[in-house]
């Protein structure tokens, strides 16, 4: 398979954890990196490999993968979490690049 | 800190070809992969294509030859060409690092350092 599915929208309470999650068969071979984007702004990695944050993403969000799902974790949601989110991976070829649909993250 | 700097034509008419360049800043150029994504106005995001340090490239075959893109090692910039445009092609692009890891169980590939984005427009 040469997609990666995510739910279109998500949302969560202030202060609970929400999961995104992301398939596709190349979640088979490839770890997912997880993005954040915020309006107008370029995406920024907030998970890569196997959960690691780059400096200066907090540590309540955590990633985590089982078959060919890829999952994003925040745990005590903040307001400034409410963003899109993409995940993305080689495909099972390792020859292109694939990036999920985005799901829309609303905080409540 | 590396920093990626992109500049290019905003607007095109249809059939024209767009071209792009991003050049690198404080960090090596060999090593890594070399992406070009990009965003159409209110859509999610679209890998266009890559090319290494050695000028070696994989490309979305979706936007099938359409697509070139070209290495210049000497200045530490990469360019993409985009010919035949339409309005669909109306998009932010970016330009963006991407880097390779392998262990014994598994492997992965992340992109993270990317460019601000140029917004292009194609319209008549």
């Known amino acids: 398979s040469s997609e990666l599915t995510q739910d279109p929208a998500v949302s969560v309470a202030l202060g609970q954890t929400v999961r995104i999650t992301c398939q596709g068969d190349s979640l088979r071979s490839y770890l997912a990196t997880w993005f954040q984007q915020k309006p107008g702004q370029a995406p920024v990695v907030v998970i890569y490999?196997?959960?690691n944050r780059p400096s200066g993403i907090p540590d309540r969000f955590s990633g985590s993968t089982s078959g060919n799902t890829a999952s994003l974790t925040i745990t005590g949601a903040q307001a400034e979490d409410e963003a899109d989110y993409y995940c993305?991976?080689?495909?099972?070829?390792?020859?292109?690049?694939?990036f999920g649909g985005g799901t829309k993250l609303t905080v409540l | 800190q590396v920093q990626l700097q992109q500049w290019g034509a905003g607007l095109l008419k249809p059939s024209e070809t767009l071209s792009l360049t991003c050049a690198v800043y404080?960090?090596?150029?060999?090593?890594?992969?070399w992406s070009w994504i990009r965003q159409p106005p209110g859509k999610g995001l679209e890998w266009i294509g890559e090319i290494n340090h050695r000028g070696g490239t994989n490309n979305n075959p979706s936007l099938k030859s359409r697509v070139t893109i070209s290495v210049d090692t000497s200045n530490n910039q990469f360019s993409l060409k985009l010919s035949s445009v339409t309005a669909a092609d109306t998009a932010v692009y970016y330009c963006?690092?991407?880097?390779?890891?392998?262990?014994?169980?598994?492997?992965?590939?992340?992109?993270?350092?990317w460019g601000k984005g140029t917004t292009v427009t194609v319209s008549s």
């Open positions: 490999g196997k959960n």
């Open positions: 404080g960090g090596s150029f060999s090593g890594y992969y």
């Open positions: 993305n991976s080689r495909d099972s070829s390792g020859n292109h690049l694939l």
């Open positions: 963006a690092r991407g880097l390779e890891k392998e262990t014994f169980h598994y492997q992965y590939y992340y992109m993270d350092v």
